[in-house]
C-alpha cells in the first residue's frame, strides 16, 4: 500500500515525545530524535501531544513537520492534562510494536536511546537502569532509590529504576488498561505487566540528570502514594479496565491547518 506515494511499511517503533512549554529544547530533542530514527533503520513513527503549552512549542513543532524529515503526528490538547495520561493516549494513537516515551526536554545520550532499542526482543519489557546517572545530587539519589524501594515493597518485584523511558510492546501498554495520571505512572505499568507475566530485561545505561528537573514537590509526593496504593491493587486484583481516548486531543496535521479534533476510531 501507498500513501502520499510512499510505500506504507509495517512500524517496528512508535515514540511518543512529551511537549509542555518545551519551546527552548523541543527542537533538540528532535533533532537527536532523527538521529536515533537513522541509526535505527526501522520504520519509526514519532508522536508528539503538546500539553497545551502557553510558550511557542507548537510553532517549533509545526517547522519540523513542515520539514518532513520524520514520520511525525503532532497533536495539541486544548487543556493540560498531564504526561501520565499523555503517554497512555500516544499508545492508543500509535501504529508501532514497540512504544516509549522520550521526555521533550530529553538529556539521555543517544548511544543509551540505541541500547534500549537494540535490546528489543529480548523481552517484553526493556528497562534501562539510570540510578548511576551524572549529576545526580545526594539527596536526589536517595529520594530516587526509596521509590524504586517503596515500589518493590509494593509490587513484590526486584526491579532496579522505573522511570526510565522504558521500552515496551505498544499493545501491553494499551491492553493495560492503567489510568494513571500522576508521577509513577511507569511503574504502576511496569508494575502491572510484570505481575501479569510479562518478561523483561534490565539494562544499566549512562545518563544525565536533567538540572532543572521539577519533579521533588508535593503533589508528586501524593501520586506516588497514590501509586503505591494501585500497585498493591493490581497485585492483589488485577483489575481489568478499557482505555478511552479523550475529545480534547487535536491533530495538527500541517503548519496552515490544525485538523479537527479526534476520537481514536477512525
Same mark, same amino acid.
Given at each position: 500500500?501507498?500513501?502520499?506515494?510512499?510505500?506504507?511499511?509495517?512500524?517496528?517503533? &512508535?515514540?511518543?515525545?512529551?511537549?509542555?512549554?518545551?519551546?527552548?529544547?523541543? @527542537?533538540?530533542?528532535?533533532?537527536?530524535?532523527?538521529?536515533?530514527?537513522?541509526?535505527?533503520?526501522?520504520?519509526?513513527?514519532?508522536?508528539?501531544?503538546?500539553?497545551? %503549552?502557553?510558550?511557542?512549542?507548537?510553532?517549533?513543532?509545526?517547522?519540523?513537520?513542515?520539514?518532513?524529515?520524520?514520520?511525525?503526528?503532532?497533536?495539541?490538547?486544548?487543556?493540560?492534562?498531564?504526561?501520565?495520561?499523555?503517554?497512555?493516549?500516544?499508545?492508543?494513537?500509535? $501504529? @508501532?510494536?514497540?512504544?516509549?516515551?522520550?521526555?521533550? /526536554?530529553?538529556?539521555?545520550?543517544?548511544? &543509551?536511546?540505541?541500547?534500549?532499542?537494540?535490546?528489543? /526482543?529480548?523481552?517484553?519489557?526493556?528497562?534501562?537502569?539510570?540510578?548511576?546517572?551524572?549529576?545526580?545530587?545526594?539527596?536526589? =539519589?536517595?529520594? &530516587?532509590?526509596?521509590?524504586?524501594?517503596?515500589?518493590?515493597? #509494593?509490587?513484590?518485584?526486584?526491579? $532496579?529504576?522505573?522511570?526510565?523511558?522504558?521500552? !515496551?510492546? $505498544?499493545?501491553?501498554?494499551?491492553? #493495560?488498561?492503567?489510568?494513571? &495520571?500522576?508521577?509513577? !505512572?511507569?511503574?504502576?505499568?511496569?508494575? #502491572?505487566?510484570?505481575? #501479569? @507475566?510479562?518478561?523483561?530485561?534490565?539494562?544499566?545505561?549512562?545518563?544525565?540528570?536533567?538540572?532543572?528537573? %521539577?519533579?521533588?514537590?508535593?503533589?508528586?509526593?501524593? %501520586?506516588?502514594?497514590?501509586?503505591?496504593?494501585?500497585?498493591?491493587?493490581?497485585?492483589?486484583? =488485577?483489575?481489568?479496565?478499557?482505555?478511552?481516548?479523550?475529545?480534547?486531543?487535536?491533530?495538527?496535521?500541517?503548519?496552515?491547518?490544525? @485538523?479537527?479534533?479526534?476520537?481514536?476510531?477512525?
Amino acid at each position: 500500500m501507498t500513501t502520499g506515494g510512499r510505500e506504507r511499511r509495517e512500524i517496528v517503533n &512508535s515514540l511518543f515525545v512529551s511537549c509542555y512549554n518545551e519551546e527552548r529544547v523541543i @527542537g533538540r530533542t528532535l533533532d537527536k530524535v532523527k538521529a536515533m530514527v537513522a541509526a535505527l533503520g526501522e520504520p519509526t513513527e514519532v508522536i508528539v501531544i503538546d500539553d497545551a %503549552s502557553q510558550d511557542g512549542s507548537v510553532a517549533v513543532l509545526e517547522r519540523y513537520l513542515a520539514e518532513g524529515a520524520l514520520d511525525l503526528r503532532v497533536f495539541r490538547n486544548r487543556r493540560n492534562v498531564g504526561l501520565a495520561r499523555n503517554f497512555f493516549w500516544a499508545a492508543k494513537l500509535a $501504529r @508501532g510494536r514497540y512504544f516509549r516515551l522520550v521526555w521533550g /526536554g530529553d538529556v539521555t545520550p543517544l548511544a &543509551s536511546h540505541l541500547a534500549i532499542h537494540a535490546a528489543a /526482543g529480548r523481552a517484553d519489557i526493556v528497562i534501562p537502569d539510570y540510578s548511576g546517572a551524572a549529576g545526580s545530587t545526594l539527596f536526589r =539519589r536517595a529520594l &530516587s532509590r526509596l521509590f524504586v524501594a517503596l515500589c518493590n515493597g #509494593a509490587s513484590g518485584l526486584n526491579v $532496579r529504576y522505573y522511570n526510565g523511558g522504558a521500552l !515496551f510492546r $505498544r499493545e501491553d501498554v494499551v491492553d #493495560a488498561g492503567i489510568r494513571a &495520571s500522576g508521577f509513577g !505512572f511507569q511503574a504502576e505499568l511496569i508494575a #502491572a505487566l510484570l505481575t #501479569a @507475566g510479562r518478561r523483561y530485561v534490565e539494562l544499566p545505561l549512562p545518563a544525565v540528570r536533567d538540572p532543572v528537573s %521539577s519533579s521533588v514537590n508535593w503533589r508528586n509526593a501524593l %501520586s506516588v502514594v497514590h501509586t503505591l496504593a494501585k500497585i498493591i491493587a493490581w497485585r492483589l486484583l =488485577r483489575p481489568t479496565r478499557t482505555l478511552d481516548m479523550p475529545r480534547i486531543c487535536e491533530e495538527v496535521n500541517d503548519p496552515t491547518d490544525r @485538523g479537527k479534533p479526534r476520537d481514536g476510531q477512525g
